[in-house]
């Protein structure tokens, strides 16, 4: 287990309000994820990071933003949130590459 | 982009049965994973694999590089094994590309 932690578990809010959704790990892993698992389309790709200040897109980034200022914390941010960002966000960490990954209890999001 | 196709997507056993899992990919990949998400989901890894077979328990995963295609077998099936089992490839830099998963459901 890699003690990982996100933050918050729900989240209920309206469309256009910006959302930062927090995932913080204990194990030092340089790789972090953040996916969005929606019916019909499985698990997707949003933003990955290799290392404190390094990111990058995935399949499914339009809309979305993230930053890591610090190893542990990995913060994927809705700027203007819309319905069809509704979804189950999961973030996950990897600790050198090519490892099983770890994954977070999930944040289930809707926006109304 | 991998394409990841599993199949089935549903699977209805009856416990004790011998099950297997299928996932094929489109392109050549450093590394196999299999997952596997209970109701109210959190998401377990299973294996990863990058060639030949590994056991755990009464799991075992397989990989056939040239064939580009993985199994996921369970023997002696459980109710407790009613879960999404979900195949994944690559991982470090490229994060994980999905299969949308098997619904399997274990009956007593």
């Known amino acids: 287990d890699a003690g990982i932690t996100q933050s918050p578990r729900h989240k209920v809010t309206e469309t256009g309000t910006p959302v930062t959704l927090r995932c913080h790990q204990t194990?030092?892993?340089?790789?972090m994820y953040w996916y969005r698992q929606d019916p019909g389309h499985g698990l997707r790709l949003i933003h990955y990071?290799?290392?404190?200040?390094?990111?990058d897109k995935g399949e499914v980034s339009d809309g979305y933003s993230v930053s890591r200022s610090k190893t542990e914390d990995f913060l994927l941010t809705l700027e203007s949130a819309t319905s069809s960002q509704t979804s189950v966000y999961f973030c996950?960490?990897?600790?050198?590459?090519?490892?099983?990954?770890?994954f977070g209890d999930g944040t289930r999001l809707s926006i109304l | 982009k991998n394409e990841v196709e599993q199949s089935p997507q549903n699977l209805t056993a009856q416990e004790g049965e011998f099950i297997t899992i299928n996932c094929s990919y489109s392109?050549?990949?450093?590394?196999l994973h299999w997952l596997q998400q209970h109701p109210g989901g959190g998401i377990v890894s299973l294996f990863m694999?990058?060639?030949g077979k590994k056991k755990h328990g009464r799991l075992i995963a397989t990989i056939n590089i040239q064939e580009k295609h993985s199994s996921l077998h369970i023997t002696a099936s459980h109710p407790r094994d009613s879960a999404v089992y979900i195949c994944?490839?690559?991982?470090?830099?490229?994060?994980?590309?999905f299969g949308k998963g098997t619904h399997l459901i274990i009956q007593p």
């Open positions: 996950a960490t990897d600790g050198q590459g090519h490892q099983p990954q770890h």
């Open positions: 194990e030092n892993h340089r790789y």
């Open positions: 990071s290799y290392g404190v200040k390094d990111t």
């Open positions: 392109v050549g990949i450093s590394a």
């Open positions: 694999l990058s060639s």
């Open positions: 994944a490839t690559g991982g470090g830099a490229d994060g994980l590309t």
